[in-house]
Structures are given as C-alpha cells and as structure tokens.
C-alpha cells in the first residue's frame, strides 16, 4: 500500500537522508509536502524526482527563485510560514519534522494533529513545548517516534515504553573534535573549526552544538520529555566511536544496549518503516573490525551545557523554552564571530539566572500555551543580545 508522507526540512542533513530512503523506495510513497529553508536548487532537485503536491520555500522572499527553477514541470509552489503550516495541514499517513531549530516548532504541532505518524527530528519542539506536542499527539492520536539517533535507540529499547523496571537511562555523546582540548584552547576555536564533527554528518549549527555537547544538553531534556523518566535516572557518557547509542540500565542491573553504524539513515529508517523493518543502505557494523569500545564520564567544567540542561529541568515550567532560544541566539552571535565558544555557555547560564529570578518572584511562568512558549523564546533571545551586547 502507498503512503501518504510530507517531509519538512528536507534540504537540511536528515531531510537529505529521508529522501535517499524513499527515493530507493519510490513505489511505497506518494509526497504530499516537500519544503526546505533557503537551497532553492537542492529542493527543486527533489522535488522533480519526488513530484510532491506542494513544494515550499520557507524564504518568502526566494519564492520567484523556486518558481524558476521549477518552471515547466506542472509542480505547485508556495512559500512562507503561512505555506509551511498550510501544507503540514494536510493529512498524511507520515511526517518528518526535520526543521532545524525553534523555527520548527509550529509545523511539528500542526503535523502532530493531521499526521498519523509523527517522525520527530526537531528536538526543540519537545525541549521548548513537550507538553504541547505530548497533548496534541494525545488527542489526534498521532505516534510520535523520535528521530535522534539516541532517542530512537531508547525507543526501540523500550517498545511499550514501560519504565517500571528502568533503573536509569544513558545517552552516549562523541564529545565532539574538542574532546582532549584544555579549556584555554578551547577558548580561541573558530566557527569553521566547531562544525567539523568527527563521526557524523550534520550540518553547522547541530554540529557547533554537539562540539560544545549543548546538543547533548537539549537530548537529555528530549528524553525526559519523551519518556517523562526523572531527570536523576538520565545519564550521559562520552563514547567517541559513537557506534553505542543509548544503554538501558534495569532494576536488577541487566543493562541493554543499541549499537549502530553513525549514519542517520538508520533512526530515519527506523521511523519511515515503522512499525515494521526493512534493510537499509548501510554497511553492516562490524566489531571484531572496530576492535574496542571506549566510555567516559563528561567533563562538565569544560562542558557546561549539560549542568545548564539539568537546571532548566529541575526548574521546568518556560525553563526550557529559556534555555534553548538563550542558546540559539548565543550560537548565532559565536558564528558571527561578537562572542567566543566557551563563552556561550556562561552566557546561556546568565539568562536562565535571570529567567529562575523572575520565577521567583511570583511570575506564573510553570504552566503555559504557545505564544508564551513563543514570549520566553523571544525575551531570551533578547536578553542574549543585551549580554553580547551590539546587535
């Protein structure tokens, strides 16, 4: 049977792979939705194998361009955020949500009331707004599956998603190329230096983040959104071979682990066939080949993010809505070059201080709708600005 499935973010690092999967699959999908931000002659390259219903380019302004490039082939073009959730409104039997950062947000939660099947790559939907997207999951009953490769591990370690007998949960991370760098080298890395991850294939900003682990930070609120475990039974290893994705520790200290290739592909896959299997373009894991195994504990001095993850979930409520638009904002004025790498994080924790000082003085920031996840994203951002100073 064909399905109906739409892909948003589908020129960026996993929405590259998810078309590769269902272009080796052509027969079992009909696109209804294709769009991407800015790459206008990558998206009309997908879009003429894929033929979607509707291709949109989140740039209004890049409209006439994609009009051009795709004149002559019958196809529909729109653009705009109007378009995006327009074109996440129509039903489908599947959604990727590939969009990177807080952008993606308002797609997630219009594909999580039209899709029947939710594949979840935009992690900042669930740190900013998890009990949002849980909601309109619920109601719609739309299965989320989470995208992150960790995430999915767990997922698939946890099928029923019972807790009951989960002692803790671990979330590897590569420790990106600064792993064995003193903090005062660390200091003077260049943006073009931060985005040359070692294992994986991502693009600039998801591998910055992963370089100052602030990515792992925002997965280690993801699970606990995802899964609602405490966050004191959530644990994070460094595991440079990034080939152990998740560890399921239990009760009687049976622990479960899920290893996999570093390639996107397979949390893509996972997804796309779910609740099924089926073989996948990747080289098979070979360990007598790779030959050991290394796990460490993180150095949280030299890596902050992840004490400043934990604050925001012990405090909860806009807390992470906070932390993820303060780090958002922080990355774009290091890529700038107005701020250092390491003082991004000082700079995160300034404004979760003064976010958890306004908590404390009675302002009722515990339970919230979207535009007051929209507000906290938009004072945090701004406060940024007023620490960085010259925006």
Excluded at 65 to 92: F, K, M, Q, R, Y
């Amino acid at each position: 049977m064909t399905r109906r499935i739409s892909i948003f973010g589908s020129t960026g690092s996993v929405g590259t792979s998810t078309v590769d999967l269902v272009l080796r699959n052509r027969d079992s999908f009909r696109v209804v939705a294709l769009s991407g931000h800015r790459n206008i002659e990558l998206l009309a390259t997908q879009a003429r194998a894929l033929r979607p219903e509707v291709t949109v380019i989140a740039d209004e302004g890049l409209r006439e361009s994609l009009d051009n490039a795709l004149a002559g082939t019958g196809l529909t073009v729109t653009a705009g955020a109007a378009a995006l959730l327009e074109a996440a409104s129509i039903p489908v039997d599947w959604t990727m949500s590939a969009i990177v950062g807080f952008a993606g947000l308002d797609v997630t939660l219009k594909a999580a009331r039209t899709a029947r099947v939710l594949a979840l790559a935009n992690k900042e939907s669930l740190v900013c707004a998890g009990p949002l997207v849980q909601a309109a999951c619920a109601e719609s009953r739309c299965k989320l599956l989470p995208v992150d490769s960790e995430h999915s591990a767990i997922f698939q370690l946890l099928p029923d998603g019972d807790l009951s007998a989960i002692e803790s949960i671990c979330l590897t991370a590569s420790g990106g190329p600064f792993l064995r760098y003193p903090l005062e080298r660390m200091a003077g890395v260049t943006p073009e230096q931060a985005a040359c991850h070692p294992n994986w294939d991502m693009g600039t900003r998801i591998s910055i983040d992963s370089a100052s682990l602030f990515n792992k930070a925002m997965e280690v609120i993801e699970l606990r959104e995802l899964f609602g475990i405490d966050p004191d039974r959530i644990e994070v290893l460094v595991h440079p071979q990034s080939l152990v994705h998740a560890l399921v520790t239990y009760v009687d200290q049976g622990m479960f682990a899920h290893l996999g290739p570093a390639d996107m592909r397979h949390p893509i896959g996972f997804a796309l066939n779910w609740p099924d299997r089926q073989p996948l373009p990747m080289k098979p894991l070979d360990l007598a080949e790779q030959g050991s195994l290394t796990f460490e504990r993180p150095d949280r001095v030299r890596f902050p993010a992840l004490d400043l993850a934990d604050a925001a979930m012990k405090h909860g409520g806009l807390a992470g809505a906070v932390f993820n638009g303060a780090k958002e904002r922080a990355l774009d004025r290091f890529i700038a070059g107005d701020c250092g790498f390491t003082d991004m994080a000082p700079f995160v924790g300034d404004v979760l201080s003064l976010h958890f000082g306004r908590m404390s003085a009675g302002l009722n920031l515990s339970s919230f709708d979207l535009e007051d996840v929209k507000e906290a994203d938009r004072w945090a951002r701004s406060t940024i600005d007023d620490i960085v100073g010259g925006a």
